[in-house]
């Protein structure tokens, strides 16, 4: 069983444009350092990607696997699971839940659990998802703030 970690960012943009780059998957590889590769393979009615395949590399752990989202309504909350196992991971949950401070920044709160096919010490594991964590925050924060509000 897989322990759930939790961080969270301020980034100045509303909730919407935070959204748009979060569910823009086509060009993660452009701002995220550890995805060489992205393929939306199914989509819902509305144009939301329902099924994403990843291709990453981020040293220690390079992989392969597809993701399953729901989004909230307001798209406020984007959450996704693993589809099936990988070569690496039994099991992932995540989301991001963004928040509109209502002084035009948004707090997006990462909530993050990876169940790892290989064994891997706790401290270990936590320094791990604290620096991925870490890492996919601030550059969601560099890329939707690089944007601007015209893009």
């Not at 897989?2 to 590889?29: E, H, K, L, N, T």
């Not at 992205?38 to 009615?45: I, K």
């Not at 909230?72 to 909350?77: F, K, L, T």
Request: proline content about 2%.
């Amino acid at each position: 069983m897989a322990d759930s970690s939790i961080q969270s960012i301020v980034i100045s943009a509303p909730v919407d444009r935070v959204a748009g780059v979060i569910c823009d998957f086509a060009r993660y590889p452009e701002w995220t350092d550890a995805v060489r590769g992205v393929e939306v393979l199914e989509e819902y009615e509305d144009g939301y990607a329902s099924q994403v395949r990843f291709v990453i590399d981020a040293g220690v752990l390079a992989d392969e696997y597809t993701l399953v989202y729901e989004y909230a309504e307001d798209i406020s909350r984007i959450e996704w699971h693993l589809a099936a196992p990988s070569r690496m991971q039994q099991a992932q949950n995540g989301s991001y839940d963004i928040g509109d401070n209502g002084d035009g920044t948004s707090t997006v709160t990462y909530t993050l659990e990876v169940e790892l096919k290989v064994g891997m010490l706790g401290m270990f594991r936590r320094k791990a998802e604290k620096m991925i964590m870490d890492t996919a925050l601030k550059q969601l924060k560099q890329r939707v703030e690089s944007l601007g509000a015209t893009d």
